[in-house]
């Protein structure tokens, strides 16, 4: 099992400090070693992390609906002549929030084209079925920035019953025909004694949020809301929602209905790590904090070239874990906006930009 503790212990004996620290050292931050990878772990991680599509951070998930064009399926209301806040930016039919704990955006994944995307055929006949639950190209897509009004407190007005602890529960969303209101916030339950509910927390939106902030409203919602769905049992709560000032929260946008995203995620656990991910975190620590401990500049340089190859090492793994097809696309292909054969198996899936190297000096 590897701990934190056990990361930053590597560091420095890659630093050669022939000094340690302990998990109560750590959670103290008690001694100059533990302050000064404290101060630059976290991010650090996600800066390595982001860099590429590990797949030890890789995830799937479902995106949460906020609002799409006048006229798709999930927005009935009339169209309008010029764009409005409330509706996706142009060109785009269909905005999602972002994931709460992405650090890359990577594909959308195709597994309905019920939306607006559309583009060349691959070819003029029709060959064969597409697999049902994949049909041709990743999803183009866009990260942008919307205003809403985020949640930052709610209290219970009706408890309802056959709530439990920790259950998640999405508030009601809007009537089908009227102008989406965005993505309902979700709170957590807290105490439930007898199944009914008496207090609750505001499950974030947004990544790293302290404290935190729930939904993606465009405007000011009337209390008290409705639950709209549960992950448990319960049914029948109520809620007065407390709502900051207009805030930027990143979005998706895209012409996908129903997306599904892949993204590198914010993973915390090391033993989640590849072991080569461990060793080029633990060496770009040492190169981060050679400086400030030893002063030994051409130190620092080394140990950026440990951090390159344990990279170097790691993506090569990382690429090889899977089958490997090194067809070349024809040019007929690609003009259609195809650049690979076998979709998961190559192209977009696998070939994917995996970032510079690492450079402190």
Excluded: H
Aim: proline share 7%; with cysteine; net charge negative.
């Amino acid at each position: 099992m590897t701990t934190v503790t056990d990361l930053y212990n590597r560091a420095l004996a890659a630093i050669g400090t022939r000094t340690t620290v302990t998990d109560a050292e750590v959670a103290a931050n008690s001694t100059n070693e533990s302050k000064q990878l404290t101060i630059i772990y976290a991010n650090l991680r996600d800066d390595l992390l982001r860099r590429a599509p590990w797949n030890c951070a890789l995830k799937t998930a479902n995106l949460t609906y906020i609002t799409s064009s006048p006229g798709t399926p999930e927005n009935t209301s009339p169209a309008t002549s010029l764009w409005q806040p409330g509706q996706p930016a142009p060109p785009w039919a269909y905005e999602y929030q972002y994931p709460v704990d992405c650090l890359r955006a990577c594909w959308i994944i195709p597994a309905q084209q019920t939306g607006f995307e559309s583009g060349v055929p691959i070819t003029t006949a029709v060959t064969g079925g597409a697999s049902a639950f994949w049909q041709g190209q990743p999803v183009k897509f866009k990260v942008q920035t919307d205003q809403f009004r985020p949640v930052t407190a709610a209290a219970v007005v009706n408890g309802g019953s056959g709530y439990s602890v920790g259950d998640i529960i999405t508030l009601a969303g809007y009537p089908q025909g009227s102008p989406p209101i965005g993505a309902p916030a979700q709170l957590i339950v807290t105490s439930a004694p007898g199944g009914v509910i008496s207090t609750v927390d505001v499950v974030s939106a947004m990544i790293d949020a302290n404290p935190p902030l729930g939904g993606s409203y465009f405007g000011i919602q009337a209390n008290p809301v409705a639950q709209g769905s549960s992950d448990g049992t319960g049914t029948g709560a109520t809620f007065n929602l407390t709502q900051g000032p207009k805030a930027a929260q990143r979005v998706i946008l895209t012409n996908q209905e129903f997306a599904t995203l892949a993204y590198v995620a914010q993973v915390t656990d090391p033993n989640l790590f590849d072991t080569l991910f461990q060793s080029a975190l633990s060496n770009a620590m040492a190169a981060k904090v050679c400086q400030s401990l030893t002063g030994d500049k051409k130190l620092v340089n080394q140990l950026v070239n440990d951090v390159n190859e344990a990279i170097t090492a790691a993506r090569s793994i990382d690429g090889n874990e899977g089958p490997v097809i090194n067809d070349v696309t024809p040019d007929w292909i690609r003009i259609r906006g195809i650049n690979w054969t076998d979709g998961y198996v190559s192209g977009p899936y696998t070939s994917y930009d995996w970032g510079n190297y690492w450079s402190f000096a």
